[in-house]
């Protein structure tokens, strides 16, 4: 008989996972999210919550004052006619005012609706509609102008701008009142927040999902399910009060947002950066902790190797040397604790030999900490306690990376769906390449993707979650719900992976992206487009090559990177299109021999190298594509995901023509 691959944390938690702190047992009290603001101005009064220098004006804000604003804001809705239960939309980005703006209307006991202000406007006048929303909260006159045609029939009893403009509307006459952020402070200036009738049960928010592929669903979040995320995050990460936080996700996507409320929960000063200032506020704040995505920390991982490429060519070897001999020291070191996913189940021998080549690197380690990566970590701030790192896969080579440079990288698992955190890794146990264990309360199996049968330890199948934070269903979707939630309130999370005995998890793809070649093989593509970033001459990349004999791929090339290994390899000079170079030397172009064989090598080695490797993962074919995904341009999601649907369409032909 199989063992079922299931796993649990028990609400006490692992022996090993942090006791949850006196103070916070007034947490479990609650019964709406916005209540913890009361207790946070009682603790923490002259704290800094919130930090926002590139406001204007800049702001920094203590957690008195912010729970004083919160209540403000709260009254000036209500006063507006806002009830209990209704629909509030806030379409806006990171700013103070826009958690003045989450936190009143939760405050005020309506249900907010999420979304940033710089989405299509169609998309954001199709969440206004299908949620219900009888009131608009907006960036400014600008967001406002993109979607006031479609404003006109929709049944508002108000539009605010969380700026400070002079109020007015696109169009004559306006639907509704319009009043700016300060306007609203004047309506509950003088009269106390109402008293709502909180329940844990009831419905705290939507976060539509934007997600990859098709329209976006309004997934319903109740306060029961948020009040778990601040008290069960708490296994994975313990903050102290004012610990320094760099924020510079989206807040109103789910993963920051919710991990924001365990922060502020926890007492913390955030500070809100943004990518033109991300790097030098490393330095200025030195942060303690951070929430971020795989491609920031992508991010630092290439500045690092771009220091290198410019570095004089001895400091660039010695550098080289002691980062091969980091990756050696902290694999070894692993196979020892038991946390290589490579030899899960290592023999005496396996770990004998580990222990010697410990030994032996250990003088060389801590040279290279001293020559090497103490200075790369001080490009971080230098004060880094743990950073968060969720929506979508680490790839293992930066996993290594930070390993070896001292900084310990918690990876963590979740959709917008079970808002957010599924499970997360533990300091004391920090598997890499995995997931880590579920967070308390939370039930976590892997079953057949068709069957729906339970699978074994270690075999991969669908990824299915039961937990408090798991969500009520897709707002006015009943038919979408019941394809995800079963009567027993286990959700299909869309994920495939597999449980370690030790109740890791380890995902291994999605099934909507599973590539099915024409010999029937499944190929998971996220591994190996992680491995063929790991070439300096990648800056992206993504497989294609459904139903055909072998895969393609689409690649971004670092053109910096490629540019001065043709210069060393013979004089040669890039050719892109446009202006002809004006340094001297044979121009080459991205299809010449000389820059295709050097890809094809590349993508060769960094492929095979991955654990795992088949024949069928070799890929067969690719083209280069200059212009990088991003958000601006849709290839990319709030998240940094490829929105591979989107690739697939824009690039049709190119496709086809890597396959005729």
């Not at 918690?410 to 004391?428: C, D, F, M």
């Not at 299915?464 to 979408?480: D, F, I, L, S, T």
Request: proline share 7%; hydrophobic share 40%.
């Amino acid at each position: 008989m199989v063992e079922a691959a299931y796993t649990k944390t028990p609400a006490a938690g692992l022996p090993q996972d942090a006791k949850l702190p006196p103070a916070w047992e007034d947490y479990k009290k609650l019964k709406a999210l916005p209540q913890i603001w009361s207790l946070l101005a009682q603790r923490h009064p002259d704290i800094i919550a919130l930090n926002a220098p590139y406001e204007e004006p800049a702001a920094a804000i203590a957690y008195s004052e912010l729970y004083r604003q919160i209540q403000r804001f709260a009254a000036g809705i209500q006063a507006l006619g806002i009830e209990p239960e209704e629909r509030i939309s806030i379409f806006a980005d990171n700013s103070p005012r826009w958690l003045i703006a989450d936190q009143g209307t939760m405050l005020a006991g309506a249900v907010n609706v999420v979304r940033s202000g710089a989405a299509e406007a169609q998309e954001l006048l199709y969440i206004l509609k299908d949620s219900g929303s009888s009131l608009l909260i907006i960036e400014d006159l600008a967001t406002l102008k993109k979607i006031a045609p479609g404003l006109a029939n929709l049944p508002l009893k108000g539009i605010i701008l969380l700026s400070l403009e002079e109020p007015s509307f696109p169009g004559n006459p306006a639907p509704c009142r319009v009043l700016n952020f300060a306007q609203v402070f004047a309506e509950g200036k003088y009269s106390p927040v109402r008293s709502v009738p909180f329940k844990k049960e009831n419905l705290a928010t939507l976060m539509y999902t934007s997600g990859t592929t098709g329209q976006p669903k309004g997934v319903m979040i109740t306060h029961a399910g948020l009040l778990s995320q601040i008290l069960n995050i708490w296994a994975v990460v313990q903050p102290e009060p004012g610990d320094r936080v760099l924020s510079i996700l989206p807040i109103w996507h789910a993963y920051e947002r919710v991990c924001e409320y365990f922060l502020f929960a926890s007492g913390c000063t955030q500070t809100y950066t943004n990518i033109r200032h991300f790097k030098t506020d490393l330095k200025k704040h030195q942060p303690q902790y951070m929430i971020a995505v795989p491609r920031i920390w992508e991010a630092i991982y290439e500045g690092v190797q771009k220091q290198l490429r410019e570095a004089p060519a001895s400091k660039r070897r010695l550098a080289e040397f002691f980062l091969k001999i980091g990756s050696r020291y902290v694999k070894s070191r692993r196979i020892i604790q038991g946390l290589s996913l490579e030899q899960p189940n290592p023999s005496g021998g396996d770990k004998f030999w580990a222990k010697v080549q410990l030994f032996c690197l250990k003088p060389l380690y801590g040279l290279g900490e001293k020559k090497v990566y103490s200075t790369i970590r001080g490009a971080t701030g230098g004060a880094l306690k743990q950073v968060i790192s969720g929506g979508g896969a680490l790839a293992s080579h930066l996993d290594t990376f930070y390993e070896m440079i001292g900084v310990e990288v918690l990876v963590g698992y979740g959709l917008t769906e079970t808002a957010v955190v599924l499970s997360g890794r533990r300091y004391w146990g920090n598997l890499r390449g995995s997931s880590g264990r579920p967070l308390p309360d939370t039930e976590l199996k892997i079953v057949h993707p068709e069957t729906k049968e339970p699978v074994g330890f270690w075999q991969k199948g669908l990824v299915m979650a039961r937990g408090p934070q798991v969500m009520q269903g897709y707002y006015n979707k009943p038919e979408a719900t019941a394809k995800v939630l079963d009567s027993e309130g286990w959700f299909d999370t869309g994920d495939l992976g597999l449980l370690t005995k030790a109740g890791d998890i380890v995902l291994t793809g999605r099934q909507k992206d599973t590539i099915v070649l024409s010999n029937g093989e499944n190929i998971e593509p996220q591994p190996i487009e992680d491995a063929c970033i790991r070439s300096p001459y990648v800056d992206q990349s993504m497989l294609v090559g459904q139903d055909q004999k072998a895969l393609g791929a689409l690649i971004v090339p670092n053109i910096e990177a490629l540019q001065l290994w043709l210069g060393e390899s013979g004089g040669y000079v890039l050719q892109l299109p446009g202006p002809a170079p004006a340094s001297n030397g044979e121009k080459v172009a991205l299809e010449s021999k000389i820059v295709q064989d050097l890809y094809r090598q590349e993508l060769m080695r960094e492929v095979k190298n991955r654990p795992g490797y088949r024949p069928d993962d070799r890929i067969a074919d690719f083209r280069f594509i200059l212009e990088p995904f991003s958000i601006d341009n849709g290839l990319l999601t709030q998240t940094l995901k490829i929105r591979r649907h989107v690739v697939m369409e824009r690039y049709h032909d190119m496709i086809n023509g890597m396959f005729s």
